[in-house]
């Protein structure tokens, strides 16, 4: 996976056999590569796991760099819980700035669920949907988009704001 800032392309190599992958960054203009992170270990991609839908994903805002190791889509059929996604905030510089995927509140253990990642100007963006709720029972109130500033997670913030909730 790769991902372009300021003539810099950012990007991937998973090792499937030691599970590990690493971040490099290839200068365009001065044709020369840096190694950012190397044979970070990962806890869910296996050679069992990886395909097209969860592979390492790499992606910026312009002023972080994040990675995914199951991709920036899931869904509970793909994985056994939310502890099982490797979630990763880097600077360009390559220092780790946040390691664990961000708790939104919802119970990844469990019931039917899905999400979305994606990151925009410093804030990230999960859209969740529980799909053990049934439109018959009562109100969805845990589906809907959330947003936390990228700056308050990686400072100790688990405080998302429900953007939308989610229509059927």
């Given at each position: 996976?790769?991902?372009?800032?300021?003539?810099?392309?950012?990007?991937?190599?998973?090792?499937?056999?030691?599970?590990?992958?690493?971040?490099?960054?290839?200068?365009?203009?001065k044709s020369?590569?840096?190694?950012?992170?190397?044979?970070?270990?990962?806890?869910?991609?296996?050679?069992?796991?990886?395909?097209?839908?969860?592979?390492?994903?790499?992606?910026?805002?312009?002023?972080?760099?994040?990675?995914?190791?199951?991709?920036n889509?899931?869904?509970?059929?793909?994985?056994?819980?939310?502890?099982?996604?490797?979630?990763?905030?880097?600077?360009?510089?390559?220092?780790?700035?946040?390691?664990?995927?961000?708790?939104?509140?919802?119970?990844?253990?469990?019931g039917?669920?899905?999400?979305s990642?994606?990151?925009?100007?410093?804030?990230?963006?999960?859209?969740?949907?529980?799909?053990?709720?049934?439109?018959?029972?009562?109100?969805?109130?845990?589906?809907?988009?959330?947003?936390?500033?990228?700056?308050?997670?990686?400072?100790?913030?688990?405080?998302?704001?429900?953007?939308?909730?989610a229509?059927?």
């Amino acid at each position: 996976s790769f991902t372009v800032n300021n003539g810099i392309i950012y990007y991937t190599v998973a090792d499937r056999k030691n599970n590990t992958f690493s971040l490099y960054a290839y200068d365009v203009e001065k044709s020369n590569v840096t190694t950012l992170a190397q044979n970070v270990k990962q806890k869910f991609v296996d050679g069992k796991y990886v395909g097209d839908t969860n592979k390492v994903t790499v992606m910026t805002d312009r002023q972080y760099i994040y990675i995914c190791t199951s991709g920036n889509y899931r869904r509970n059929d793909q994985l056994a819980s939310g502890d099982d996604i490797d979630f990763y905030i880097y600077d360009f510089d390559g220092k780790e700035l946040l390691h664990g995927f961000p708790d939104t509140g919802h119970d990844l253990s469990t019931g039917e669920w899905e999400y979305s990642f994606s990151a925009l100007d410093g804030d990230i963006y999960i859209r969740f949907v529980d799909g053990s709720f049934s439109p018959y029972e009562e109100e969805d109130k845990l589906s809907g988009t959330y947003m936390i500033k990228t700056e308050d997670l990686v400072n100790g913030g688990t405080e998302w704001t429900k953007l939308y909730k989610a229509i059927n």
